[in-house]
């Protein structure tokens, strides 16, 4: 089997253009999911989701201002810049769980009110 590095590079951007997709589609699917009849263990995870994904977001954009494209080999390129997208939601997850408690606390106070959760 021959592989052209035009089709590894293409199937390399589809799979990291379908994990940043289906991260975003899981994110706007739980939030669609609460409701006044949502439990307190639901909303909370709706909201770590989201902090989550939003500090992954702030990761990404720092890292392309510290990382050069001047790499030589796209596709080991493509291979690291994968790694270096689950490795940093990873990261956002963990600064969620141990720093986020408080930003926490206030987005599920205020998503209760909104939903009239009791």
């Given at each position: 089997?021959?592989?052209?590095?035009?089709?590894?590079?293409?199937?390399?951007?589809?799979?990291?253009?379908?994990?940043?997709?289906?991260?975003?589609?899981?994110?706007?699917?739980?939030?669609?999911?609460?409701?006044?009849?949502?439990?307190?263990?639901?909303?909370?995870?709706?909201?770590k989701d989201f902090e989550s994904y939003?500090?992954?977001?702030?990761?990404?954009?720092?890292?392309?201002?510290?990382?050069?494209?001047?790499?030589?080999?796209?596709?080991?390129?493509?291979?690291?810049?994968?790694?270096?997208?689950?490795?940093?939601?990873?990261?956002?997850?963990?600064?969620?769980?141990?720093?986020?408690e408080n930003y926490?606390?206030?987005?599920?106070?205020?998503?209760?009110?909104?939903?009239?959760?009791?």
């Amino acid at each position: 089997m021959n592989v052209s590095n035009t089709s590894l590079e293409s199937m390399l951007n589809t799979a990291s253009s379908n994990l940043a997709s289906s991260s975003a589609d899981k994110l706007a699917d739980s939030a669609k999911n609460i409701s006044s009849k949502s439990s307190e263990k639901e909303l909370k995870q709706v909201i770590k989701d989201f902090e989550s994904y939003f500090v992954e977001q702030v990761l990404k954009e720092m890292k392309k201002t510290l990382t050069t494209d001047d790499s030589k080999d796209k596709s080991m390129s493509q291979y690291k810049d994968m790694f270096m997208d689950k490795t940093i939601e990873l990261l956002a997850d963990e600064i969620v769980d141990e720093v986020g408690e408080n930003y926490t606390n206030q987005l599920y106070e205020q998503m209760k009110r909104n939903y009239d959760i009791k």
